[in-house]
């Protein structure tokens, strides 16, 4: 049990968790929320053992592991595959042992424990992560340095989950990834086996991922059983309780006080008046929860309505380099009100199409219609760089207005969420949430026909993310999105397009359909090492898997069986000891064992050679 007793944390002399506790079962999912800057990151850091209480205590048992997201990308020669298995750190030294290994006692140890934590499905387990998180079977046997700093957080976010710790950590581990990574993450989360906190603002994550949900409001910590929406439920009912308990003692107190203030001079009641006053000193104070109520976000009605529709493409070619070019003889029409949410793996066209719609890239054939005076907002979360870091939220305003008066520049600033002091904040002070406030505003300013948000969620806390949702359907005009955040596409979005195979489809079923048809294709309900029956020993057959070479399934299947043959050969020339079974017993009935495991994993490999060299056999005829 993960036991936080009494604890307070501060921080830069701010008091971000005071005097409070929470018990966290083994096993227990669960979604840890609350307004940004409230503490939630750092308490994952004391329970690390990387920033230290101000009092209290946090009992861990003793064997268990605790994992959590490197804060680095990892980034070297190695390919994807080999970094993920070498998160598994026991696994990976005894494998190194073994192949040195020349005592027979330490080589049934050796071979027992690889059994143990089934080891030999290993290479299987962690392909079928990474897979889960848009990676290719062919991408996994790339250098980890060849994929760009966020694939490279996928990677690490893809060994954490495979070294399976007894307490996972999660820090929004969804703002890597795109909405398939995200379904299919949601889904594994569902079924570890261990316990896990994941930090997140994804509504649908939390419904669907967790089973209890620690929130952090004004320094205290609260663990409610049942899903975030549960949670929202069981929390209204505890506001409405509070809030009638602050009133009955309010009144209370009204009434002791009453009493004192009328009797206290009077001798024969003096006796009395001391006991109600003893009593107003005795009664704790009821505190009703206070509803901290988000700033809205608004965007600004188009001056004009244009008619449909406001962008035709046909038969368009576009992306970066006319000989290969991401996407190919696209046809789409953009009307007036459209609600069109982008769907597709990061890689395959979704940002290439919202810059060809944005006016960003010209396509190089094909013909793209706009409608006369088109105005597009574009919203990207990378744009943050572009940010004057030393100005204020004020100071890009009035940029945008030289010659507006002070009070409507304020007013402005203010319309966007910076009010009073707030509006002179630098940008290099502003969180994550603010600085994507500000740019919705900057993006918006000139109030579009048509506005594009390049996942916009990111950094907003769930009360922001409702308030986009209803900034986004209030909006008179088109919007087009992209975002992992399910929730919000299923409260905004009417129209679905698929960016897959260098085209633009329309999808006819609903976000559940998607949902199916990527967790079969990814081979969701990935087994960890607990669940190792469950088709542990195979990852799920891909289409991507055809862009791998049978001339390479091969090698990699001879490597293989080369690697357990020598495993073997060692178990046999311990089993081969004339006095083993007579001096040892117990350790020859873990060689047997340990040879029967790695006669399993030889024979799957050979499988796997044979099936490499049919395919192989297949295409030569």
Not at 197 to 204: A, E, F, K, Q, Y
């Amino acid at each position: 049990m993960l036991s936080l007793t009494d604890i307070s944390v501060r921080i830069a002399g701010r008091l971000l968790i005071d005097h409070s506790s929470a018990q966290i079962v083994p096993g227990a999912r669960v979604g840890f929320v609350g307004r940004n800057g409230t503490g939630k990151s750092t308490l994952f850091k004391v329970i690390r053992g990387e920033h230290p209480t101000e009092s209290g205590t946090i009992g861990i048992p003793p064997r268990w592991r605790v994992g959590s997201l490197a804060q680095e990308a990892p980034d070297g020669p190695e390919s994807l595959i080999n970094v993920v298995l070498q998160a598994d750190v026991e696994r990976d030294a005894l494998l190194r042992e073994a192949d040195t290994a020349r005592d027979p006692h330490r080589i049934a140890e050796i071979q027992t424990r690889l059994v143990d934590i089934d080891a030999h499905s290993a290479p299987a387990r962690a392909a079928a992560i990474l897979s889960g998180l848009g990676f290719s079977n062919a991408d996994q046997a790339r250098s980890c340095q060849e994929f760009s700093g966020g694939w490279r957080m996928r990677v690490a976010l893809a060994a954490t989950l495979f070294a399976a710790p007894d307490l996972l950590l999660l820090d929004e581990p969804t703002n890597y990834l795109d909405l398939e990574g995200t379904l299919w993450l949601e889904d594994h989360l569902a079924n570890y086996p261990r316990t896990v906190i994941v930090i997140s603002h994804d509504r649908d994550l939390l419904d669907t991922s967790v089973d209890h949900i620690l929130h952090l409001d004004r320094g205290k910590l609260s663990l409610y059983k049942g899903t975030y929406s549960s949670f929202e439920e069981q929390r209204a009912t505890r506001e409405m309780l509070d809030a009638k308990q602050a009133k009955r003692q309010a009144d209370e107190r009204k009434r002791l006080q009453a009493f004192v203030d009328r009797f206290k001079a009077k001798a024969s009641k003096a006796r009395q008046a001391q006991s109600r006053v003893k009593m107003l000193e005795r009664m704790k104070p009821v505190t009703a929860l206070v509803t901290q109520d988000v700033r809205e976000i608004t965007f600004p009605t188009p001056e004009k309505l244009l008619s449909p529709p406001i962008i035709a493409v046909d038969g368009v070619s576009v992306g970066y380099d006319q000989a290969k070019p991401v996407l190919n003889r696209v046809t789409l029409r953009i009307d007036t009100d459209d609600r069109i949410a982008l769907l597709g793996s990061n890689g395959n066209g979704k940002s290439t199409l919202v810059k060809l719609l944005a006016g960003k890239l010209a396509p190089f054939s094909g013909k793209i219609v706009r409608a006369d005076k088109l105005s597009v907002g574009y919203f990207a979360q990378h744009q943050t760089d572009e940010l004057d870091l030393d100005g204020s939220p004020y100071d890009h305003l009035r940029r945008l207005m030289p010659d507006a008066p002070e009070s409507k520049v304020r007013a402005r600033v203010g319309a966007i969420g910076f009010s009073g002091k707030a509006g002179d904040t630098k940008v290099s002070s502003l969180s994550g949430g603010e600085k994507a406030r500000l740019l919705l505003g900057l993006a918006t300013f000139h109030a579009p026909n048509m506005i594009i948000l390049d996942e916009p969620t990111n950094h907003l806390d769930i009360d922001s993310r409702a308030a986009l949702a209803e900034a986004i359907n209030e909006f008179p005009g088109a919007i087009i999105m992209v975002s992992h955040d399910r929730y919000l596409i299923e409260a905004c979005a009417d129209q679905l397009w698929v960016v897959a195979d260098h085209t633009v489809t329309p999808y006819d079923g609903d976000l559940n359909d998607y949902r199916g048809a990527v967790l079969s294709a990814r081979g969701a309900r990935t087994s960890t090492r607990d669940r190792s029956e469950r088709n542990s020993d195979k990852p799920p057959r891909q289409k991507s898997e055809k862009r791998v070479s049978p001339k390479q399934r091969i090698a990699e299947a001879e490597a293989e069986i080369e690697r357990i043959t020598a495993i073997i050969a060692k178990i046999d020339a311990a089993l081969a000891l004339p006095d083993l079974f007579q001096r040892d017993p117990k350790q020859a009935a873990q060689l047997g064992k340990a040879r029967a495991a790695a006669a399993d994993a030889l024979q799957r490999a050979e499988d796997a050679w044979l099936t490499a060299s049919a395919d192989a056999d297949e295409r030569v005829n």
